[in-house]
């Protein structure tokens, strides 16, 4: 079992940043794809970007590509979220995912076997 502990979510202004971080229990923390999700209020949760174990391959939503940076650091068990250049629709709660795979990285949530409790990402205009 891997439980997933989000934090960082918080209120920004539009154009700010806000770094957000997921740590992951369990010792085969590699072994494991990433990924962070986003639900907006009356919206259906959606993919955001998802990472490989080793980091190496990534997958941005055209939403947020160029202005969101995913990274892990698998000394830590942890994924960070930096969101840069904040914008009033990326106001959501955000949820990392987890799932024991090494091939391609998948957008679909069904994909993804452990979630997190969610961190809120609030963008002020």
């Known amino acids: 079992q891997v439980q997933l502990v989000e934090s960082g979510g918080g209120l920004a202004q539009t154009g700010g940043s806000l770094r957000l971080s997921c740590v992951a229990s369990?010792?085969?923390?590699?072994?494991?794809?990433l990924a962070w999700f986003r639900q907006a209020p009356g919206k259906e949760r959606e993919f955001v970007v998802a990472?490989?174990?080793?980091?190496?391959?990534?997958y941005y939503a055209d939403s947020v590509k160029g202005r969101f940076t995913i990274s892990r650091d698998n000394a830590k068990n942890t994924v960070y979220l930096q969101m840069n250049s904040l914008k009033p629709e990326d106001t959501a709660v955000y949820y990392c995912a987890s799932r024991a795979y090494v091939g391609s990285l998948s957008q679909a949530q069904s994909s993804y076997t452990y979630w997190g409790q969610g961190t809120q990402v609030t963008v002020s205009s």
């Open positions: 990472i490989s174990g080793h980091g190496l391959r990534t």
């Open positions: 369990g010792r085969t923390f590699s072994a494991y794809q």
